[in-house]
């Protein structure tokens, strides 16, 4: 029992032991995680510190940081910044921070020591001083910091540039008196490794600090040179311009009489430099014009029928033209002074070209004595003015207070002479300014009328062109087929000449420009040889086209008139030659630095020119002779054409000509070459002839259709293009303005719309903007529009357009269009396109008073079915016209009232409704000149008659409905 309570004892002895053991441990670790939490929370503050310090630049800003962490962070009593001051090597007291009081702060404020002394350069970084070192115990600097800075635990570290020269030194510690309150400074403590490292910090953070305060001093200082350099220039340029100036005032007289410019600017020139060269009271130049308007005192001058003053006998007069000097503005008594009359008037006529006076005062042939005693005039010289003919244009006078020396007098006379000529240059310079002028706004004139003209001109001929077209693909006896061949033949050959007409007005007017865009050569010769070879073929003709393969693959300049041009010379050649062959041959003359000339050939075996008549085949509106025009036709213009489009490509254009033995026209062209030395991918053979045409013409495929908005609101072009449109296989919807076409794009999904420019309510441009606006940024919308002119293609695409399409529609150009903007995805399906079905000819029409519906139809050509359909969309649109007119005319909308008049006027007219197309045309003039009497007995005719044709059309198709 004892050996088992012994064992026991042990045992808990034991235990015991290795619970204090256990205790001590948790309590070690308690203290070793505390002092671990303790030096991570450190390090944050020190991170942030650090980062405080280096986004500073401010010197202040950044020692008050790394004070704040020793003091406040480390829990340090004192701590001081040394730096050293503008003496090299002196340190003094930068920064301070910690408990002192107030006698101990001043004197240490005052604290500065020389570095050498205190022998501090063999601690550069990363080395420091610590209290307990014994090695550095004995430093002067321990002395120092103990006295004077009163600290007895303490460490030092030193700052310096690139670890090479110290000029600072941070100092923190503690007082025994206060070491209670204080953190204690170890080597191997959280203080003192806090310490080194905002030290560390602290020396890179000054020297950046330091350093931009270098680069600031440098960027101020040569700010500053600059400034004082600038300052410098500007002496020197504004004592330069003064010394240029000098030099101009006296050639300034002589050259701008000279040279061109404003008379009456060259004339005050002149009298300014007569009274500042010659001291002059004031001078004068009166130039002699018809006497229409008289000035009062004038002596021809009596009360005019308009009010004013009108002149009496018509005779020429002295209109004060340039004054300079004194009384320029106050005296207005020889403003107008008639020929013959006092001593100014007389200098005009041959006996008394010149008058010269130093006594004016008292000489009685000098006029106005009052006028001149007055002005304390003593002399005056003047002079007649006369043409190279001898024709009077006006006179020089000069008014002095002072006598005028002979050597003046003479000098003066010169003078005279150089003002003569200067007004007869000048009057037919101004004549010739207002001549070019003219021409200018008659050229602009023409130009705007050859636009509208165009515009008009082909929207019927879009309607003639079209339908012809449409017609030839009907069911035809011969005979109307011949008719329709022809009249399609003749509208084609008409809209060359608005074509040829309106190209020649543009490069007459200087506003024909040249595209610079990338193409192959060989596209520009398989176009024209789709055309020539129907046309060769028609007449018997052998064609050929020949392409050397040295010209480059691809290159740069405008495809569209160089086709322009060889379109015109093959026309000319096939319509000239009855038998035999047309060749067309294309070479390399030079290529390299990017350039290419090329030559055309284009050879024929036809009539021939004889050689004196071939300068005038490039003459505006004319031929060979007089029999050319009347056997083969044409405007004369497209030679004359081509001869300007290939000057404007840098090239020539020559003739080989021999009656009866054909024609050669030869041209050249330079082009940019994009890619050179490589040979055209369509070329073969060095000669190659092309007799076929190619299997794929353009025509749209059966995955290219899609659904096409069309926005026309002329009725019989909506019918063209609709009919073109379904040939193709789309399926269409038709909006009659552009605010319809907004809203039908925001209802359904389109492939491309086809948009009219001119339309009444909202226009075409304004209405591609809107959509643009709303989002619909992908959509094509092309412009579909009689304005031909370039600047319209312009304002297509600067609206929001991808292209312009001009009318007359071209079935094929159109073709083109769908092929190039409907893409195959956007396809609509192939259950849903248009099957065409043969349209009856022999539908009842209505029989309503007012409507002349067989008229209709025989005028424009219009088939039964088609007709009735019009006049069901004419009877449901127009529903509530009459009583939108009276809303807009009670809002005061009197623009927009009218603008519905005209559609309705329009529309009227096309479905044979003449005596509503009469009211509704006199309706829309009356709003628009603003006859407020006739319009209310115009509106309330109107809208009886519109309202009557409506309601009767709506009974005759109720069964339809």
Not at 223 to 247: F, G, H, P, Q
Not at 407 to 428: D, F, N, P
Not at 883 to 891: G, Q, S, T, W, Y
């Amino acid at each position: 029992m004892g050996n088992e309570i012994s064992k026991l004892r042990q045992d808990y002895a034991l235990l015991s032991d290795q619970i204090k053991h256990l205790l001590k441990a948790k309590h070690d670790l308690s203290q070793l995680q505390s002092k671990a939490e303790h030096q991570l929370k450190l390090y944050r503050e020190l991170y942030k510190t650090g980062g405080k310090i280096n986004a500073s630049f401010n010197l202040n800003e950044a020692c008050a940081a790394i004070l704040d962490f020793i003091i406040y962070k480390l829990n340090l009593e004192r701590c001081v910044i040394f730096l050293e001051t503008e003496t090299a090597g002196r340190f003094t007291i930068f920064a301070m921070e910690g408990y002192y009081e107030d006698d101990e702060r001043r004197a240490v404020m005052d604290l500065s020591f020389d570095v050498n002394t205190l022998k501090l350069q063999e601690l550069l970084p990363p080395n420091y001083i610590l209290f307990s070192d014994p090695e550095v115990a004995e430093l002067p600097c321990c002395d120092l910091i103990r006295d004077r800075l009163h600290l007895d635990q303490w460490a030092a570290f030193p700052f310096a540039k690139e670890n090479t020269t110290i000029f600072g030194l941070l100092v923190a510690g503690n007082s025994k008196k206060n070491d209670e309150y204080y953190s204690p400074i170890e080597k191997d403590s959280d203080v003192f490794v806090g310490l080194a490292n905002i030290a560390g910090l602290s020396n890179t953070a000054i020297n950046n600090i330091y350093s931009y305060a270098a680069l600031h001093r440098e960027h101020e200082l040569l700010e500053s040179r600059v400034r004082e350099r600038t300052a410098e220039l500007n002496e020197e340029l504004a004592a330069r311009k003064k010394t240029e100036e000098r030099i101009t005032r006296l050639s300034l007289l002589q050259q701008e009489l000279l040279g061109p410019g404003n008379l009456k600017d060259k004339l005050t020139l002149i009298t300014d430099g007569i009274v500042r060269i010659f001291d002059a009271d004031f001078a004068r130049v009166w130039i002699v014009k018809a006497g229409d308007t008289c000035a009062s005192g004038c002596v021809h001058a009596v009360p005019g029928k308009a009010g004013g003053n009108a002149c009496q006998e018509h005779a020429p007069c002295l209109h004060l033209f340039a004054d300079s000097g004194r009384n320029t503005d106050t005296d207005g008594l020889h403003d107008r002074i008639p020929a013959g009359s006092n001593t100014i008037g007389r200098l005009i006529e041959k006996d008394h070209e010149r008058f010269f006076s130093n006594s004016v005062i008292h000489d009685t042939h000098f006029c106005n004595q009052d006028w001149v005693k007055s002005l304390g005039l003593v002399a005056f010289a003047g002079y007649g003015l006369f043409s190279a003919d001898r024709e009077p244009m006006g006179v020089l006078g000069i008014f002095s207070r002072h006598a005028i020396s002979p050597q003046e007098e003479s000098h003066l006379k010169g003078i005279s002479a150089i003002t003569s000529q200067v007004i007869q240059a000048g009057l037919a310079e101004e004549a010739i300014i207002q001549a070019r002028r003219e021409a200018e706004v008659a050229t602009l004139a023409k130009g705007d009328f050859l636009a509208r003209m165009s515009h008009e001109i082909r929207t019927p001929m879009n309607a003639v062109i079209g339908l012809t077209h449409l017609a030839l693909r009907t069911e035809l006896s011969p005979k109307q087929a011949d008719y329709l061949g022809k009249i399609q033949e003749s509208s084609q050959l008409l809209l060359g000449v608005i074509n040829d007409i309106l190209d020649f007005s543009k490069i007459e007017a200087g506003k024909l420009t040249l595209e610079n865009i990338e193409f192959v050569m060989s596209d520009v010769l398989e176009r024209i040889k789709n055309v020539a070879t129907v046309k060769s073929e028609a007449k018997g003709l052998s064609i050929g086209f020949s392409l050397d393969p040295e010209i480059p693959a691809r290159l740069t300049g405008d495809p569209l008139r160089l086709g322009q041009i060889l379109v015109n010379l093959v026309d000319n050649a096939i319509k000239f030659t009855e038998k035999g062959e047309v060749a067309i041959t294309t070479s390399l003359v030079s290529y390299g630095d990017g350039k290419a000339t090329l030559r055309f050939s284009v050879r024929d075996t036809g009539i021939g020119i004889p050689k004196e008549q071939i300068d005038e085949l490039f003459q505006s509106f004319s031929q060979a002779d007089d029999t050319i025009t009347r056997r083969y036709g044409g405007t004369g213009l497209g030679l004359a054409i081509v001869r300007q489009l290939v000057e404007m490509m840098k090239g020539t254009l020559t003739v080989e000509s021999a009656p009866g033995h054909g024609s050669t026209f030869l041209f050249t062209v330079r082009l940019g070459e994009v890619a050179t030395g490589q040979q055209c991918p369509d070329c073969r053979v060095k000669r190659e002839r092309w007799r076929n045409p190619p299997q794929d013409n353009g025509k749209i495929s059966a995955g290219k259709v899609g659904r096409v908005l069309l926005v026309e609101d002329n009725i019989i072009n909506q019918q063209v293009a609709v009919e073109f449109l379904k040939q193709s296989g789309c399926v269409v919807d038709v909006a009659g303005n552009g605010l319809e076409g907004v809203m039908r794009v925001c209802e359904k999904p389109y492939d491309l719309v086809f948009m009219d420019v001119q339309m009444p309510e909202m226009d075409g441009l304004e209405a591609t903007r809107i959509i643009r606006k709303k989002g619909f940024t992908d959509l094509p919308i092309v412009a579909m529009t009689a304005h031909a002119m370039a600047r319209d293609r312009d304002q297509s695409l600067a609206a929001g357009m991808n292209d312009h399409l001009v009318k007359p529609i071209d079935p094929d150009e159109l073709e083109r269009m769908l092929v190039r903007w409907i893409s195959p995805q956007r396809g609509i399906l192939p259950g849903e396109r248009f099957s065409p079905t043969p349209e009856g000819s022999h539908d009842i029409l209505p029989e309503i008073a007012g409507l002349d519906t067989a008229a209709a139809v025989n005028r424009i050509g219009l088939t039964s079915a088609f007709y009735l359909k019009l006049l069901k969309e004419f009877a449901a649109r127009n529903a509530d016209t009459a009583l939108r007119i009276r809303n807009e005319c009670a809002a005061g909308r009197r623009d927009l009232a009218a603008r519905t008049a005209h559609c309705v006027k329009g529309v009227a007219s096309t479905i044979g409704a003449d005596e509503l197309a009469r009211s509704a045309s006199l309706l829309e003039s009356a709003l628009r000149e603003g006859d407020l009497q006739e319009t209310e007995g115009m509106l309330a005719e109107f809208c009886e008659m519109l309202g009557t044709l409506c309601g009767e059309l709506r009974a005759f198709f109720k069964d339809d409905e």
